[in-house]
């Protein structure tokens, strides 16, 4: 059973009677998994716009199948990801899994402008509307910057200032494009959103980068420090959250013509910011002369160097 809400959109009716088949109630079992859930859902009923092949099911990359581990294994993510790699489309299609399936969540999208929290709402709203009623939620209300379903969990979307999301009960937040807030917002709105997740929710902040110290900058090199007193890998940094990149090569359609071609057209610094995502606190790994192997940042590299 459907209906319209006032933009004309196929939604379904919240607490609507329907039959199910025997294979309807295995998959919804399985996007009930709690370990699997979310793989099973964007493999199977998660659809995007194409900007050329138009309606397709979601077809996951490797490294994206990763991110979604990432995302889901660890209750505070930052992402620092090459443009156009699939990461809006990958985030949009987990929000939606969680919203569905883990009931009473509160979830805030906070973009840096307000036409990226409209476009991540669209493409969530696309996915909903797309999947069918066996395996959606009802929803109780249905608007371009918000979602309620039947289940109490919501979806909010909004842009990212000083004061985003304070009051909010968070069960997730999705920082979107985090890099590019301007310094003092990103600064205030993570000191204000910071105690919203004290109740034990999660963070998921993604980014290309930006600059060497904004707020995301920051939250990056602490995620990276991941070793406790004695010397031992830890999976999360020092702050809690697990650091999660991708090379721009891990994509299977761009290879070294493509990126020969985008450098010409882009300069070799932009392209090292936006598609190798190297910045001056990149960490590398560094093995020094008396065999001692450190991560440290490319600036800490160049400072030494020039002692």
Not at 99 to 113: C, G, N
Not at 150 to 164: C, D, L, P, V, Y
Not at 168 to 191: G, I, K
Not at 255 to 279: K, L
Request: proline share 5%; with cysteine; charged share 25%.
């Amino acid at each position: 059973m459907g209906s319209k809400n006032l933009d004309g959109k196929l939604v379904k009716s919240p607490h609507s009677t329907q039959k199910f088949t025997e294979q309807d109630i295995i998959d919804l079992g399985k996007c009930m998994d709690p370990d699997n859930g979310p793989h099973y859902f964007l493999d199977n009923f998660f659809y995007i716009q194409h900007p050329v092949k138009g309606k397709l099911r979601y077809e996951a990359f490797e490294y994206q199948r990763r991110l979604i581990d990432s995302y889901h294994q660890h209750r505070f993510n930052i992402n620092l990801l090459p443009r156009q790699t699939g990461k809006t489309t990958t985030a949009s299609g987990y929000l939606l899994w969680f919203a569905m399936f883990v009931p009473d969540s509160t979830i805030l999208i906070a973009a840096h402008k307000y036409t990226g929290a409209q476009e991540i709402m669209a493409r969530i709203r696309y996915a909903y509307e797309m999947c069918p009623d066996h395996i959606r939620a009802g929803c109780t209300s249905y608007n371009k910057q918000s979602i309620e379903f039947e289940n109490g969990s919501r979806i909010i979307a909004q842009t990212t200032t000083e004061t985003t999301g304070r009051g909010l009960s968070l069960s997730l937040l999705y920082a979107d494009e985090f890099a590019f807030v301007p310094p003092n917002v990103a600064s205030e709105f993570w000191t204000s959103i910071s105690p919203t997740l004290a109740t034990g929710g999660k963070a998921i902040i993604t980014s290309t980068p930006n600059s060497d110290e904004d707020q995301f900058a920051q939250i990056w090199q602490e995620a990276n420090k991941r070793y406790d007193e004695h010397g031992n890998e830890t999976p999360e940094g020092k702050n809690g959250f697990f650091p999660f990149k991708a090379h721009w090569s891990e994509h299977p359609e761009r290879d070294e013509a493509w990126a020969n071609v985008e450098r010409s057209r882009i300069g070799e610094e932009r392209f090292r910011r936006e598609h190798e995502c190297i910045t001056g606190n990149s960490l590398i790994s560094v093995k020094w002369p008396n065999g001692k192997v450190e991560k440290i940042s490319i600036i800490e590299l160049k400072a030494r160097m020039s002692l």
